[in-house]
């Protein structure tokens, strides 16, 4: 099973769920944490692990070959990305802009274009006891995050059998890369906060999340700081609430320190049993 565990913007406390409850459930059963927030992966700095495997991930983008080259205008016509640009003297390649899709290379006439890898991240797995954690992280100056996440999903498409619980920590908002990680998730789990920024964004993942056809819960993050408005919201939409996750001083330290905060704080403690509590259901409803 695999749940994904998203929020409509940065800042509230995805992550910490995500590590959290990895290393809560892991304690009495196997769990694969896969971190796909890939252009800031940090599920790493809280889970001390052993390297399983790691490689670096490439995508395929053309490179051009000026001698076999007749200037044709073919491979701009039919690029939709604008990843191309022939002058008459020369045919530009803008490779962070390319999509992979391969058109320019298929349909040059002179095969000028052939599709070469490119660098774009590294995958790494390690593991701890029955916590396994794979994890994505993008190359600085990369501005696409979506190839890296599919073959990190890929991966744990491989490695792990349909019966693994496996929890995605997807990257925040609610763009092309958030989308990658939650469209085939078997639940999504959406973690906001209690102010008027939390329920704004909180919406609008949970319109990308319908959207997508996906079932939702949420889990209110710092529970008593701000208003009632997100806890109104979901019962106005008919979205369960998860667990309450209070807002807590002792918590925020053990953040700050690097460390687990579920340990720490029993009122944490208990929400996540109650999120562990509720995946098991779904599980269970799953397999009826």
Known sequence: MRVAIASGKGGTGKTTVSVNLADLLARHRPVVLADLDVEEPNSGLFVQAETVHEEAVHRMVPSWVADQCTFCGVCQEVCQFNALIETGSEV????????????????????????????????????????????????????????????????????????????????????????????????????????????????????????????????????????ADVEAYCRQEGIPVAARLPHSREAAQCYARGQLIHPHVPEVAAQLEAVAGFIQRIEQEGAA
Do not use: W
């Open 92 to 227: 530009m390649v803008f490779r962070e802009l390319c999509h992979s899709c391969y058109a320019c290379s298929e349909l040059c006439p002179v095969e000028a274009l052939p599709m070469t890898p490119m660098k774009i991240g590294d995958l790494s797995h390690r593991r701890s006891g029955s916590l396994d954690l794979v994890q994505g992280c993008l190359d600085i100056g990369q501005e696409q995050a979506v190839p890296l996440i599919a073959h990190t999903l890929d991966y744990l498409g491989a490695r792990f059998s349909k019966d693994t619980l496996i929890l995605c920590d997807a990257p925040p908002g609610t763009a092309c890369s958030m989308i990658e990680a939650v469209k085939d998730a078997d639940f999504v789990l959406l973690v906001t906060e209690p102010t008027p920024f939390g329920l704004h964004d909180l919406k609008l993942a949970v319109e990308t999340v319908r959207g997508l056809g996906r079932p939702c819960a949420v889990v209110i993050n710092r529970h008593g700081l701000g208003n």
